[in-house]
C-alpha cells in the first residue's frame, strides 16, 4: 500500500453529486414522509416487523432514516469546500466525548417535532427511543466532550472541519458501585451496531512501528533515510458526519468525524491454522487490533504505556497520510500544504505528529529540512489543557527509539537546531538550556511532548484566561520568554443546541415566549432576559421550569437509587471526574458538618438540600476511590438517620456520563466548582450549570473567574485562597495540624471520620485519608474549609429569600451567553486557523 496515494478523485468522500431532494415545504407532507421513511429503514435495513419490532429496532430505524436526511447535506457541504477549495481545520484529538446523536442531529435539522409527530402516528414515543441509544463515550472528560462540543461549532459556523480521532471498540468503562465502592466494567457501545458510522474500507493507510532506518545517499553530501519499519498495522476510517446548527445557505453544514480502527495487513496466518493452531493463527490480528480495543481511562495521570504511545502515533499518522492526500488531490503541491491546512492538536496526545509531518515531508516528499519547518509550523496549533506536572505527557527515549526510531532521529535534529540557535543568540545559561530542551534529562532520558507540540506549532492556547497565564508562568515559563507572541488563551465554550435547548426544553421554551428566539442563533441575545430578573411572574414562570426538571431527576433518583429526594429542596450538585484537586472531599466534609449541626441543634430552621455527587475515578487511583467511598458511606448514615427529617440528602448516581449530565444540568440550583485554585484548566460544566440558571460556589480557578465577571458578584459564591496564595501557602508547608486546631468544626468532621463514625465495619478505612489531610494536605482542602462552611451558609440564607434567589439564577442565563462554544470556535478561526466564519 502507497504511503501518500494520490488518486485523481478522492474516493472517499461521501461521494460527489447530492442524491435527493430534501425537505417537504408542508408540514403533514414532512411528518407523512419521516413515518415512510422509518417503516421503510425497519422492514429493509433492520429486517424487522412492526408488530415484532423492539425498542431497540425501531431506534435503529429512525436512526437510520435520519442519517438519511444528514447526508445530502453533507455531500453538499463537501462540495462547497472543494469548490471553494478552502483552508480546511483538522481537529486531531484523541478522545471524542459524543454521547447520544439522534434529538442532537434532529434538534440541528429542524425535525424534532415532525419525527416526534410521526412516531406518534405509529403509537411510538420518541422520548422513550431516545433513551436507548448508547453513548458515545470515547473520553474521559472535559478534554473529551470539548471536542465534540467544537466539532458541532464548527459545522454550525461553516467551517470546513474535519475530526480525526479513534474508534475504539470500548469506550469510557461501565461505572459500578456495590457496598460503596466503584467496580469498572467494559463499555459496549457498538454490540448493537452504530447507526451513525459509515464504515470506509476503501481509506486505509499503512502504519509502521519499530525496525531500523536506512541512510542512502542523496545529493553530494546529504543523505535520504529510509524507515524499515519491522511491524505494520493498518488503520481504516469510519466516517460520522456532524450536523451544525440550521446552516448559513439553504442547507446544513455537515462535517466529518474520521475515527480510525486497526486491522492486522493478514488477519489470519493459515499455515499456522492448518497446522492445528488456531490460538497462534489469530496472534497477529489479536495484536494489531489491540492499537484500537480501549480508551485509556486516565484523566490526568498519563499511563505511560507502550499501548498508548502506539495509539497516539497510530492516529497521528493515519490523520496526516490522509489530509495529505487530500491535500495532493486537490492541490498537486505539498508546499502549499500550510496554506489549506490547520491542524490542532488537542493538548499534547497527538503532539507526535509534528515529527510525524517532518518524516512526511523530508523523507517521503523529499522537502529540505529548513522548509519543512516552516510548513509544519505554520500547519499546526496546540491547546495545553493542563498544569498538573504529573499530567505533562514525557515518554522514555530509549521507548521511542524502539517503536519510532526515525522520529527520535527527528526529534534529536528539531531540538539541536533548536539548542543552537538559542546559544547563538547569545543563550548560555545552563538551567535555562535544559529547561528548554526537548529532552528531559532528569532520570533518564525523557522526550517532553508539551515542548515538541509547543516549538512544532505557531500558535499555542490555553483554555481560560487564568490558565493562559499560568501556562506563560509555569509549564512554558522558558519557551513563553523565548516567544513571547505564541501563547494566546482561548477560554472553553459549550454548544448551547446540546447544553440548553435539547437538555432543558422546559427553560428553552420559556425563554422563546419571553424574550422571543434571536438567543437561538446569536447566544449574546440572552440579554433581552436582565430587565425580566426582577418581574416576579417571570421569575414564577422560570422557578416552574426549573421544578418540572428537578422533579424529573427526583424521579431518576428514586428509579436508579431507591432515595427519596424533595424536588423543592436545593439541588447542589457535584459532577466531574473523581479527583483530589477537584475537591469532592472538601465537599463531603461540609455535608458531615452540616450533619452534625443537624443534630446538634435539631431546633435550628435549617434549609433542606439534596447533595448530588457523580463521576468515575480512574482504575488505578486509590485516593480517588477511597473518596467515592466515603460519598457512599455519609449517604448511607445520613439518609437513614431518622433525626435529619429529609433537612439533607446526600446521592452519589453511579456510571455519570454525557446523558446523565443532560439529566442532571437543568436541575441543578447550587453549581460546585471548588477546585484548589490554580489546579482546573477551565472547567466546562461550570459553564452549563450556570448557563441553566444555577448558582455556582467556586474558588476563583479557571473559567470561574471568568463566569464571575460576567454574572457579577452577587451572583456568584467565591471563596478561598487564590492562585497566588495556594503558591504561597505551598511554599510555607503543607502540614495542617495547625490550621485543624484552629478550626473547631473541621476537628468534629475529621474526628468522626476517623473514629468510624461513616465507617463502622471497618474504623481504619478512612486512616489514610484522615493523614493525609492532616500532614500533607497538598490540594488545602483544611485552608479552604472554614470559608467553604461559611459560604454555604450564606448560600442557605439567599436560598430562604427566593426572589433574591431567582433573580441571580435569571441573571446567570442572561449573562453567560458569551460561553457559547460558537464564540470560542470563532476566536480561533480568526485568531489561530485564518479561517473565514459563515453565522447561521
Ligand atoms: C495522557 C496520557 C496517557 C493517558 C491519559 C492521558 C490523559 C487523558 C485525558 C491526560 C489528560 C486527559 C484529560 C484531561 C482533561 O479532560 N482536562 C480538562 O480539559 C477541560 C477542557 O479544556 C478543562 O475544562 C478542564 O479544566 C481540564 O481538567
Aim: charged share 25%.
Amino acid at each position: 500500500m502507497n504511503e501518500v496515494a494520490a488518486p485523481t478523485r478522492a474516493p472517499t468522500e461521501p461521494g460527489a453529486e447530492p442524491c435527493a431532494e430534501r425537505r417537504a415545504a408542508d408540514p403533514a407532507q414532512e411528518v407523512a414522509r419521516l413515518r415512510e421513511a422509518v417503516l421503510e429503514k425497519l422492514c429493509y435495513s433492520v429486517g424487522k416487523d412492526r408488530n415484532t419490532a423492539s425498542d431497540r429496532d425501531w431506534f435503529i430505524a429512525v436512526a437510520l432514516a435520519t442519517r438519511d436526511r444528514i447526508v445530502n447535506d453533507w455531500m453538499l457541504s463537501v462540495r462547497a469546500a472543494y469548490q471553494e477549495n478552502r483552508r480546511r481545520v483538522y481537529y486531531l484529538s484523541l478522545e471524542f466525548l459524543i454521547g447520544r446523536l439522534l434529538i442532537d442531529s434532529l434538534t440541528n435539522l429542524g425535525l424534532v417535532e415532525p419525527m416526534r409527530a410521526a412516531l406518534a402516528g405509529l403509537d411510538i414515543d420518541l422520548d422513550k427511543l431516545r433513551q436507548v441509544e448508547p453513548d458515545a463515550a470515547l473520553g474521559n472528560g472535559g478534554l473529551g466532550r470539548l471536542a465534540a462540543c467544537f466539532m458541532e461549532s464548527m459545522a454550525t459556523l461553516s467551517i470546513a472541519a474535519h475530526g480525526y480521532g479513534i474508534r475504539y471498540d470500548n469506550g469510557l468503562f461501565r461505572q459500578t458501585v456495590t457496598d460503596g465502592w466503584q467496580h469498572e466494567y467494559p463499555e459496549d457501545w457498538l454490540d448493537f451496531g452504530n447507526p451513525w458510522e459509515f464504515p470506509r474500507p476503501e481509506v486505509n493507510y499503512n502504519i509502521g512501528f519499530g525496525g531500523v532506518v536506512e541512510s542512502t545517499p542523496r545529493d553530494p553530501g546529504s543523505a535520504a533515510r529510509i524507515w524499515r519499519p519491522g511491524e505494520t498495522v493498518v488503520a481504516v476510517a469510519y466516517d460520522i458526519p456532524i450536523v451544525g446548527w440550521r446552516g448559513a445557505q439553504e442547507h446544513n453544514f455537515v462535517n466529518t468525524l474520521r475515527l480510525w480502527s486497526a486491522r492486522a495487513p493478514d488477519p489470519l496466518r493459515l499455515d499456522a491454522f492448518n497446522a492445528g493452531d488456531y490460538v497462534g493463527a489469530l496472534a497477529d490480528q489479536v495484536h494489531a487490533e489491540s492499537i484500537s480495543k480501549i480508551l485509556y481511562p486516565a484523566d490526568s495521570t498519563p499511563a505511560g504505556q507502550e499501548l498508548r504511545l502506539k495509539q497516539e502515533y497510530f492516529f497521528a499518522s493515519a490523520s496526516l497520510q490522509d489530509l495529505i492526500r487530500r491535500h495532493l488531490t486537490q492541490n498537486g503541491d505539498i508546499n502549499t500544504l500550510h496554506e489549506k491546512a490547520a491542524i490542532q492538536l488537542n493538548d499534547t496526545h497527538p503532539a507526535i505528529a509534528v515529527a510525524e509531518l517532518m518524516r512526511l515531508l523530508v523523507d517521503i516528499h523529499l522537502i529540505d529540512w529548513e522548509r519543512a519547518w516552516e510548513i509544519t509550523q505554520a500547519t499546526f496549533s496546540y491547546t495545553n489543557h493542563t498544569l498538573l506536572p504529573e499530567a505533562l505527557e514525557t515518554w522514555p527515549a530509549a521507548l521511542m527509539e524502539r517503536l519510532l526510531p526515525r522520529h527520535m532521529q527527528i526529534i534529536y535534529l528539531i531540538n539541536a537546531k533548536h539548542l543552537d540557535h538559542l546559544r547563538a543568540e547569545g543563550m548560555d545559561d545552563p538551567g535555562k538550556l535544559s529547561a528548554l530542551s526537548l529532552i528531559d534529562e532528569h532520570g533518564g532520558r525523557n522526550v517532553r511532548m508539551g515542548h515538541l507540540a509547543f516549538l512544532g506549532s505557531h500558535k499555542v492556547n490555553g483554555v481560560s484566561a487564568l490558565h493562559s497565564e499560568l501556562v506563560k508562568e509555569t509549564v512554558f515559563r522558558e519557551l513563553h520568554e523565548i516567544f513571547p507572541d505564541r501563547i494566546v488563551n482561548k477560554t472553553n465554550g459549550i454548544t448551547f443546541r446540546r447544553w440548553l435547548f435539547e437538555a432543558n426544553p422546559h427553560l428553552t421554551k420559556l425563554l422563546g415566549e419571553t424574550i422571543g428566539r434571536d438567543f437561538y442563533d446569536n447566544p449574546e441575545a440572552l440579554r433581552a432576559l436582565e430587565p425580566l430578573a426582577t418581574d416576579l411572574d417571570f421569575q414564577a414562570r422560570f422557578a416552574a421550569a426549573r421544578l418540572a426538571n428537578k422533579t424529573a431527576l427526583a424521579g431518576l433518583i428514586a428509579d436508579r437509587m431507591l432515595i427519596k429526594v424533595d424536588p423543592n429542596a436545593i439541588f447542589d450538585v457535584q459532577i466531574k471526574r473523581i479527583h483530589e484537586y477537584k475537591r469532592q472531599l472538601l465537599n463531603i466534609l461540609q455535608t458531615i458538618a452540616q450533619y452534625n449541626e443537624i443534630r446538634a441543634y435539631p431546633m435550628r430552621d435549617c434549609v433542606p438540600r439534596v447533595k448530588i455527587f457523580a463521576g468515575k475515578a480512574a482504575a488505578s487511583y486509590y485516593m480517588a476511590k477511597l473518596i467515592i467511598k466515603l460519598a457512599n458511606d455519609v449517604a448511607r448514615v445520613i439518609n437513614n438517620d431518622p433525626t435529619v427529617r429529609d433537612l439533607l440528602k446526600v446521592v452519589f448516581l453511579p456510571n455519570y456520563n454525557v446523558s446523565m449530565a443532560e439529566a442532571i444540568i437543568p436541575a441543578a440550583d447550587l453549581s460546585e466548582q471548588i477546585s484548589t485554585a490554580g489546579m482546573e484548566a477551565s472547567g466546562t460544566g461550570n459553564m452549563k450549570m450556570a448557563l441553566n440558571g444555577a448558582l455556582t460556589i467556586g474558588t476563583l480557578d479557571g473559567a470561574n473567574v471568568e463566569i464571575k465577571e460576567r454574572v457579577g458578584d452577587d451572583n456568584i459564591f467565591i471563596f478561598g485562597l487564590t492562585a497566588e496564595e495556594v503558591a504561597a501557602r505551598r511554599a510555607r508547608g503543607i502540614d495542617a495540624r495547625e490550621t485543624i486546631a484552629h478550626s473547631p468544626m473541621l476537628r468534629e468532621v475529621l474526628e468522626s471520620i476517623q473514629d468510624g463514625a461513616f465507617s463502622p465495619d471497618d474504623r481504619h478505612r478512612y486512616a489514610p485519608l484522615v493523614d493525609m489531610l492532616t500532614y500533607h494536605d497538598y490540594f488545602l482542602v483544611t485552608a479552604d474549609f472554614d470559608a467553604y462552611v461559611s459560604t454555604q451558609m450564606n448560600v442557605a440564607r439567599r436560598w430562604r429569600d427566593r426572589k433574591s434567589w431567582w433573580r441571580s439564577a435569571i441573571l446567570n442565563t442572561a449573562r453567560t451567553g458569551w460561553f457559547s462554544s460558537d464564540r470560542a470556535i470563532a476566536e480561533y478561526a480568526e485568531d489561530i486557523w485564518n479561517v473565514p466564519v459563515r453565522a447561521p
